[in-house]
């Protein structure tokens, strides 16, 4: 999957400028930059949620629409809502109803996903009452009962403590799809990634494996991110 020359703005001001980005065909892959930087709005047009204004989002060399994109990416969005009325296993049913399964297939591929992220027992829960740890594997399972191809993960573990991220690491460890993470920060999330592309101004300053990213970086702001990385790295040793 590509995105080819994508420009994106709102109003005057550009998001994304002329983005050529080709993501890895597996593994999973961190998308790093500051608050800002373009993170999010990448996300949404890899999962169809919005066009780009210039440019194409391409799937085996050929322009995908929204359409395709929004049936073959599933997206976990920052912020994951607990929806009334409906307990843990209802809302992943809904959200895997709503892209297209049948009310029973919806049904069975809720109680997969909440298996895979380990909530099993929470499955009869009112989500309001969830820690926001357990909320966020909610919004994974949502993401995973979707019949995609890939995911994309946007600041997963922003804001979780440090139980809660190792125990969101663990989940995403055991994913068998291709998956981009976003974030802005690195702790232990660069530990789960095969390669790393680094956003800034709404271009790519780094695009490559992990262990070039942490050996050398470019320019100054990658190279701090490096160190941080490394500092985070050698830390949890
Ligand atoms: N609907 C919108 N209207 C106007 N500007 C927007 C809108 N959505 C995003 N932006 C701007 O686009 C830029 C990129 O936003 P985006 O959410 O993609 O960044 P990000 O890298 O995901 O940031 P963060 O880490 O803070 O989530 C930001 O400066 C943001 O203010």
């Known amino acids: 999957m590509t995105l080819h020359s994508v420009t994106f703005q709102r109003g005057r001001r550009v998001i994304l400028d002329d983005l050529t980005w080709s993501l890895p065909a597996t593994g999973r892959t961190l998308l790093l930059g500051r608050n800002g930087a373009g993170k999010t709005t ?3 047009l890899l999962s169809g949620a919005i066009a780009p204004k210039r440019g194409t989002v391409k ?15 599933a997206m976990m969005p920052q912020h994951i809502s607990s929806m009334p ?10 959200a895997a109803w709503l892209s297209g399964r049948s009310e029973s297939s919806a049904r069975s591929a809720a109680v997969k996903a909440i298996a895979q992220v380990d909530l099993s027992e929470k499955g009869q829960m009112d989500p309001a009452r969830l820690s926001g740890g ?24 922003a804001g979780l403590d440090p139980t809660q ?7 995403v460890l055991s994913l068998d799809r291709p998956t981009v993470i976003s974030t802005h920060q690195l702790d232990d999330v660069d530990q789960l990634v095969a390669s790393v592309v680094v956003l800034d101004g709404g271009r790519i300053v780094f695009d490559g494996p992990v262990d070039d990213f942490l050996r050398r970086g470019q320019g100054p702001d990658v190279a701090r991110m490096a160190e941080s990385a490394f500092t985070s790295l050698t830390s949890t040793l």
């Open 42 to 44: 990448t996300l949404r």
């Open 59 to 73: 799937i085996d060399g050929h322009d995908a629409g929204p359409k395709e994109l929004r049936r073959r990416v």
């Open 165 to 171: 991220r190792a125990r969101f690491r663990d989940v």
């Open 134 to 157: 357990e909320l966020r594997r909610v919004g994974l399972a949502e993401a995973l009962a979707r019949p995609s191809e890939l995911l994309l993960l946007d600041e997963p573990t």
């Open 85 to 94: 009325r409906l307990n843990v296993v209802e809302q992943v049913a809904f």
